[in-house]
């Protein structure tokens, strides 16, 4: 099956690419730039590709930025919050109707490229704080997409019941270079540990008893605090 995933280089999109892989699919990877703050998770996912022979076209569409503002991962004036996603600061992440872009893209790439699959990597932990990955609007998108031309494609979600632990666990055995992709929202160097997504990750490892291989910046809360639920902000 020729299938395109929205890759973004970050740890589920990874995981799904290898898993994707090892059940057989002649994948074809497709990155978007739409004036991330974190886009260095973009040099990520070429590397990552490269090293395995995947396609992987980037589509720019980094000209979108100041029409999907009001996200601290889109407007530089936001801050990114630091906390975790259960936090009603962690809202300020949402970019609005990104997934309905990245999916909509996606769909024209699938169809110009006569593939059956699109694949993206929502998983159960994301449903609470982004609306787009909810069930019913991927559902509503997987109708949409059906529609969308003569030709028909599917939308598959393997990890929409996963935990990020599970998918944590996955991807140790399938050996995905797990510190080669990145998921702070902050971009830099190394990875905060602050943000809420560098705080989910490091817990996922934390109960998926995988070791975590990524380097994260000083003063970044230690994982025991998070488990223990003491660090505050």
């Keep these: ?102 999916l909509s893209v996606a769909t024209g790439h699938a169809l110009s490229i006569k593939a059956g699959q699109i694949a993206y990597a929502a998983h159960s932990g994301d449903h609470a704080i982004y609306p787009d990955c909810r069930n019913e609007f991927a559902e509503a998108m997987a109708n949409a997409i059906m529609l969308a031309d003569w030709e028909q494609v599917e939308l598959i979600r393997p990890f929409v019941d996963w935990t990020k632990a599970d998918i944590v666990r996955r991807g140790a055995e399938l050996g995905v270079p797990f510190a080669k992709t990145w998921s702070c929202y902050k971009g830099g160097d190394l990875h905060c540990g602050r943000c809420g997504t560098c705080i989910e990750r490091r817990e996922a490892f934390d109960l998926a008893k995988v070791i975590d291989p990524t380097p994260y910046a000083e003063g970044a809360p230690s994982v025991a605090s998070l488990r223990a639920n003491e660090w505050r902000l």
Aim: glycine letters at 6%.
């Design 1 to 102: 099956m020729k299938t395109v995933i929205v890759y973004s280089g970050g740890l589920d999109s990874s995981v799904l690419l290898y898993h994707l892989r090892q059940a057989g699919h002649n994948l074809h990877a497709l990155s978007v730039d739409y004036g991330q703050r974190h886009r260095c998770e973009l040099e990520r996912a070429s590397a990552i590709c490269e090293e395995l022979g995947i396609p992987q076209p980037v589509a720019d569409l980094s000209a979108l930025q100041p029409l999907l503002a009001g996200s601290s991962l889109t407007s530089p004036e936001i801050e990114v919050a630091e906390g975790h996603y259960t936090e009603e600061n962690m809202k300020s992440t949402v970019v609005p109707n990104r997934n309905m872009i990245l």
